[in-house]
């Protein structure tokens, strides 16, 4: 039981408050006023060979309860333990002994003579940059069978960040995990051109498509970078990663 508000719960006894709601509403009160801080990092995923995760502090924005249990586990925070909301994504198994650095699609193109299925529209919100950098993974053979794409960070731009992960490895698999104050985070299954997909995410910091198409597996994400601009997962928001996974080509 909490040793706070001494007088305020001696009131409170007096008029036969249930032990367990007094509890209740004192730490729900404690919750409410504990400073928290705000921060953004990012992590790769142990045993992940494709990954990402994105952490902040102190948001809690009511969401949909997760599922698909093996796809995306989804964590309740301790005040204790830690201080931030986190969202990771990645593929599993995948197959990969080495990667390659390119500057550009263009460029891997070329290196790897093949069509590289990418979302063209992320150039739309945000131009290329030569410091985007793209990833290419190699199996043993050296043969190409996946990439990471991941946009140059403008500071003063208040357009999301977008980053990609695609694989053509028939058994790599797909792994999304979160933590958040109240143990919920986004999962809605949404249309990309015909065809059923998966929107993963924690709202007001990131947020990732899932789909399968032609042989490929997609991993398209969003990240609400600008401080001054995290306004949750708005209608508008939802359809601009959804028309960023439309244009793969």
Excluded: C
Excluded at 44 to 58: D, F, R, T
Excluded at 103 to 126: A, C, G, Q, R
Excluded at 147 to 160: A, G, L, R, T, V
């Amino acid at each position: 039981m909490s040793k706070t508000f001494p007088d305020f719960k001696n009131e409170m006894e007096k008029i036969n408050v249930p032990v367990e709601k007094l509890d209740q509403i004192i730490d729900n009160a404690l919750n409410k006023s504990t400073p928290m801080k705000r921060k953004s990092v990012k992590k790769p995923i142990v045993a992940a060979a494709i990954a990402s995760l994105v952490v902040i502090g102190g948001l809690s924005i009511p969401s949909i309860q997760a599922g698909l249990e093996g796809i995306f586990e989804v964590s309740q925070y301790r005040y204790s333990e830690q201080e931030s909301s986190s969202f990771g994504y990645g593929f599993l198994e995948t197959g990969v002994t080495r990667e390659e650095v390119f500057n550009s699609l263009v460029k891997m193109e070329e290196t790897y003579k093949m069509d590289i299925p990418f979302p063209t529209k992320v150039w739309d919100i945000e131009s290329r940059s030569e410091n985007d950098e793209f990833r290419a993974g190699l199996n043993e053979e050296g043969e190409f069978i996946s990439y990471s794409f991941d946009q140059e960070i403008h500071e003063k731009s208040e357009e999301p960040r977008f980053a990609v992960s695609a694989i053509k490895a028939s058994d790599a698999k797909v792994k999304f995990d979160a933590e958040t104050l109240n143990g919920t985070a986004i999962n809605k299954e949404i249309i990309i051109n015909d065809t059923k997909a998966v929107l993963y995410g924690v709202d007001t910091l990131s947020y990732s498509v899932y789909l399968e198409k032609e042989g490929w597996k997609f991993i398209i994400n969003m990240t609400e970078k600008n401080d001054k601009v995290r306004t949750g997962l708005t209608p508008e928001k939802e359809m601009q990663l959804i028309e960023v996974a439309e244009s793969i080509q």
